[in-house]
């Protein structure tokens, strides 16, 4: 299939299915109903693009101004210091279904081969922007930590805590593995403005914006997202029932 055609088959899909889940998510049966297309849609999804790329914009599509969404200023003690030390010490920690735990210092994310990349960001609550996001592929950090064998997804923890619940996301190996999955700490070729994340945020080009998890503190490979947060694998998931595979 063309991949025009395919990307509108795929967005129709999405809107349709989008629409029905508001409403049918309300009941336990519903919610039962709304897993399986969530599958559903996962499995068709992989099998029409695995392993594409998202389109990559020319720097003349970039927004004027990339505006920040959910949390754009965390308010708590430990992240207000480290904004004023300027992030030098920040640390990224890798741990979980790993063989090598690491902890990355901003230098080290600087010192891994970098990808640079201008995607557009789809947030459902309607609004795009198109920025230039820059840092290592998240596979080099994986690849260095060596995933163990059982672990199936990988959970991105944030410094933020929005509406009294601690901000989380996760994906699969197969979009951790993406070439376009970054940790990204620059925007724009500048680094991360606070709104944006700041110092390190995810970069998944492939799901919806709520998957980009800003504010990165550790990475953990798991085996299961059930004892994760509330078990569905993400902030909006476990709260509102946002799907948690979220293909674009
Ligand atoms: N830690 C954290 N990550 C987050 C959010 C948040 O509130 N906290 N909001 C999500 C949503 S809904 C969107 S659309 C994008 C917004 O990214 P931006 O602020 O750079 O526009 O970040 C996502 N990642
Ligand atoms: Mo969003």
Redesign the pocket.
């Known amino acids: 299939m063309a991949n025009v055609k395919r990307r509108g088959f795929l967005a129709a899909m999405g809107a349709s299915f989008l629409a029905g889940c508001t409403k049918i998510g309300q009941t336990e049966a519903g919610q039962a109903a709304f897993d399986a297309s969530e599958s559903w849609h996962r499995i068709v999804h992989r099998f029409l693009g695995n392993g594409r790329l998202v389109k990559e914009y020319d720097a003349s599509a970039i927004s004027p101004t ?7 200023d965390p308010d708590n003690a430990a992240y207000r210091a480290a904004a004023a030390a300027g992030f030098a010490d920040w640390r990224l920690e890798v741990a979980g279904l790993v063989e090598r735990p690491l902890s990355l210092s901003m230098d080290d994310i600087r010192a891994l081969p970098q990808r640079s990349q201008i995607t557009r ?1 789809d ?3 309607g609004w795009s ?1 198109i920025g230039q996001w820059t840092g290592p592929q998240l596979s080099l950090i994986l690849d260095e930590a060596r995933l163990a064998p059982e672990a199936r997804f990988i959970v991105f923890r ?1 410094a ?1 805590n ?1 509406n009294g619940d601690d ?1 989380y ?1 996760s994906c699969d190996l197969d979009d951790a593995y993406h070439p376009q999955t970054i940790v990204a700490h620059q925007l724009n070729e500048e680094p991360l403005p606070i ?3 700041a110092p390190l ?1 995810m970069r998944i080009e492939r799901q919806l ?2 998957k ?4 990165l503190t550790a990475i953990e490979a798991v085996a299961s997202l059930d004892d994760i947060g509330k078990g569905k694998g993400g ?2 998931e476990d709260r509102s029932g946002y799907h948690w595979y979220a293909g674009i």
């Open positions: 990339f505006r920040g969404n959910g949390t754009i960001h947030c459902v609550e922007a944030c933020d929005l901000y996301e709104k944006n994340g945020r914006g709520y980009h998890a800003k504010y902030y909006w």
